[in-house]
T-cell receptor, first 109, second 113 residues
Framework: GQNIDQPTEMTATEGAIVQINCTYQ??????LFWYQQHAGEAPTFLSY??LDGLEEKGRFSSFLSRSKGYSYLLLKELQMKDSASYLC??????????WGAGTKLIIKP | IAGITQAPTSQILAAGRRMTLRCTQD?????MYWYRQDLGLGLRLIHY???????GKGEVPDGYSVSRANTDDFPLTLASAVPSQTSVYFC????????????FGPGTRLTVL
């Protein structure tokens, strides 16, 4: 079966760094997406990885290891506005997204 | 303003009633999607359309139908609503199916009593 696993909730301190992990099992693999979703709002795109390695985009970076079926999202210099759920999604062989349940990130001052 | 709109924002519906959730995008995207999001579960794909005139079934299509008469509109119909269809429904679009980023509408919160 297809499955995306990520922690349910994480807590971090403003100004710190946090890493949100995601492991995936999909039928075929055409890339890994990360989306951010604030409470009561729509998901918004953060990153897409299809090759192994780290992609950096400002305070946010995303890493992929295809051999390990593993990705992480790294958030630096955390701000209160980063409090949100972070959704990991794998693109399967039919080019359909398989979504994780999301990691709720709580930022404390 | 470019983007995706959904209507209604929220709705309370009696079981057995028919309901159509509307979705319109003005980005001229080819692909459109309907998801439902339930607490503790990931987004689940209900139906999708890779281009106007075509539709396909996603992971949880039972009890739902869609049509794609033109590029911009992708309505989702519940023929006879049941309480298990209580959820938040998101419409999304992408320039092409597959690796392109999906852009989401604001969602419709539906409660079936």
């Amino acid at each position: 079966g297809q499955n995306i696993d990520q922690p349910t909730e994480m807590t971090a301190t403003e100004g710190a760094i946090v890493q949100i992990n995601c492991t995936y099992q999909t039928s075929g693999f055409n890339g890994l997406f990360w989306y951010q979703q604030h409470a009561g709002e729509a998901p918004t795109f953060l990153s897409y990885n299809v090759l192994d390695g780290l992609e950096e985009k400002g305070r946010f970076s995303s890493f992929l290891s295809r051999s390990k079926g593993y990705s992480y999202l790294l958030l630096k210099e955390l701000q209160m506005k980063d409090s949100a759920s972070y959704l990991c999604a794998g693109l399967d062989s039919n080019y359909q997204l398989i979504w994780g349940a999301g990691t709720k990130l709580i930022i404390k001052p | 303003i470019a983007g995706i709109t959904q209507a209604p924002t929220s709705q309370i519906l009696a079981a057995g009633r028919r309901m159509t959730l509307r979705c319109t995008q003005d980005m001229r995207h080819n692909a459109m999607y309907w998801y439902r999001q339930d607490l503790g579960l990931g987004l689940r794909l209900i139906h999708y359309s890779n281009t106007a005139g075509t539709t396909g079934k996603g992971e949880v299509p039972d009890g739902y139908s869609v049509s794609r008469a033109n590029t911009d509109d992708f309505p989702l119909t519940l023929a006879s609503a049941v309480p298990s269809q209580t959820s938040v429904y998101f419409c999304a679009s992408s320039d092409s199916p597959g690796t392109d980023t999906q852009y989401f509408g604001p969602g419709t919160r539906l409660t079936v009593l």
